[in-house]
């Protein structure tokens, strides 16, 4: 946290700009990014917003940008963490459950980050959001979803028969705390049979 990596940054025009981006925690990191080509040099900093940008990298994280409004977040357009690619992409939003630790940031400054960087990463919570092939909204993991988890994440994958069955019949492994897996397991078969 609060370190440089690698990365790049994808333009609303789609320009794609390489350098070291700051990577702050998966909480600050949705609401915006530094790219720096130069780490020693602050001179080199550009700061982007999800209104300036399509997508960011920063190490093995990536960000795209959305126009959504998410839990606890202030502002109608925000980074979200996609944390698998593929036929189906599945998304990973981060949030304190008191927002009161974080709602005054509204124009969040380089010095408030040393603030942000004490949010501890573990004790966020997280909203889960995948979006299918074709699709043009993310499509919320949400608690009506959960409660009749097997019934409808069978029906969010029912082309692949196999794998709606493990889930209906509750087969440990395909239960709601491995929505991750189970949307790579389906990416897995999609690429194989498509």
Not at 44 to 59: D, F, M, N
Not at 93 to 121: F, P
Not at 147 to 171: C, G, H, T
Request: charge should be neutral; avoid cysteine.
């Amino acid at each position: 946290r609060g370190s440089f990596h690698p990365g790049y940054v994808i333009t609303v025009k789609g320009d794609t700009l390489k350098g070291y981006v700051l990577n702050t925690n998966l909480w600050l990191n949705q609401r915006m990014t530094f790219l720096y080509t130069d780490t020693n040099n602050r001179e080199t900093r550009v700061k982007y917003t999800p209104k300036e940008l399509k997508a960011y990298q920063v190490g093995p994280r990536y960000y795209e940008s959305f126009h959504r409004m998410f839990t606890n977040s202030t502002h109608a357009d925000n980074f979200i963490m996609r944390k698998v690619n593929g036929p189906i992409k599945y998304y990973v939003w981060y949030y304190d459950e008191d927002r009161t630790k974080v709602a005054y940031w509204d124009k969040i400054s380089l010095s408030d980050l040393a603030k942000a960087i004490l949010l501890e990463e573990d004790e966020l919570w997280t909203d889960e959001f995948a979006m299918k092939k074709g699709d043009t909204e993310l499509f919320e993991f949400g608690l009506k979803f959960l409660m009749k988890f097997s019934k409808n994440m069978a029906d969010y994958v029912r082309d692949y028969p196999e794998l709606a069955k493990k889930i209906e019949n509750k087969q440990e492994g395909y239960k709601n705390i491995n929505i991750e897996d189970i949307i790579k397991e389906y990416n897995d078969w999609y690429l194989r049979t498509h």
